[in-house]
């Protein structure tokens, strides 16, 4: 099989459990005079038999004061009453407005373009209010579409969505206007962005495009639901072995090869599942991340071994056929210091226990930094995907060397700024690279990466060096590596 493309995908596994087991409610159980709300489609093809609730308190489960959505079959919509929210305080339309739509697809659904659905998926739907084009008019009508191509926005905000403190009462409180506020300016900025970089209209994404009749959206939406009915069928089988919730998102890479419009055969991709949040007395949540790594699978979403045939998903299966590991997380609710927010992570691996400390504002497109440590070497990562990378193999290099299990433990502001300060120190430029030189001993390494270009600096008995074009391939070795890098490489 022709493989054009080999990508990873971080795929952060969602609740399961909540409001699958109401069904959604039919337009004849309603009187004649009764005033349709919050009007939603779901839309692969159009879905009939789904379930769709609006999640006011930001958990992604359907509360018990979260109702479902009654069906108008005629004219290939969902809609809501009034009446049905009045065990929300203080709720009000425009509150829903400002929430996201969970639609839960069961296996008997129809989809109008596909047929009988044969494997439950959920998709996603979270509100945005800046587009000046005025496309999304709707949304003023309280409208909505949800769909695969908004589904997909799920991987940028979900580290803005509630911990699980928040009641379904308290659903229109203070506490989830603002994840609202935050949710709504992130998705705003990630439309903005996306749709300067790709040659893709995003805001398109919250179209029907059945409506429509664009061909290219749903291929597009079609090709991400094969992938969803995947980390479903995961969430289930870690919920029963592991007994916890789980929540489903598509990583921006898989987001961003579709935008780049890139066929594949077969792809390369990681399976993410995070717990529920625990919130910690210091202003820190911990969660932990059920990972299955380079995980395989065909364009149609058929997971593959190593020679590529296709296996049944189970937990087994998977875990034979893939890295499996439980990560440790961390994470800071607000900056520590200087606008910078902190994450610690610690996991178990065929290498022994490793250790990493992030640093950044965790938001879109934010160049994170980090230090890591495990049994066989420490690093530095100064952009973490491109940027400077410095690899301690050496035992007896004194440089960067904390007590990791420490400064876990403790979560000192004090300490963990002046770590930051001290491994952002070494020069992340071609131009004062060889100031870093110093920290290397034998076998120690640092390199400055590009997606184009990356440069190495190994210490061996002298100093090797390596410029290699990341397209090509082509390789330039010695003094002529490092001009020919400096040329390409800021």
Known sequence: MKQFLTLVITLIFASCSGGSSQDALTSNALS?????????????????????????????????????????TENNRYYFEESQFTGIDNWSVECSRNRPRVAEIPVGAMDSERGEVTSEYKLYYFPYFGNSNGQQGLQEEYRANVTPLTSLFLGYVNNLLGDGSISAIDGCGSDANLIAERVIAEVQDVLRQLNDRFEVNVYSFYDDFIASNDQELQTFGEQIVDFLKITNQVSFLLENEYDINLRTALDIALVETILKKEDFDTVKFHLFSDSPQETLVDGFFAYDIYMFGDVVADSKGNLLDQNNNIYDLTLDNLKLNSNFKIRNVIHSYDEIFDGIKVLFEQSESPMGTEWHIDYGTFAFEDNLVRISKNSSKRYIWNKIQFGLRLDFVNSSNPYFDYDFERIFATRDPGELETIYYEIISPSSSMEGISNNRYLLYEGDLQAIRTEEWSYYEHQNVTLDLSCINNLSKEIVYGADAFTLCSQHID
């Open 32 to 72: 004649a005079s009764s005033r349709q709300i919050l009007i939603t489609k779901v839309i692969d093809g159009y879905i009939s038999g789904a379930n769709i609730f609006i999640d006011n308190n930001w958990n992604l489960i359907q509360d018990a004061d979260e109702p479902s959505a009654y069906e108008d």
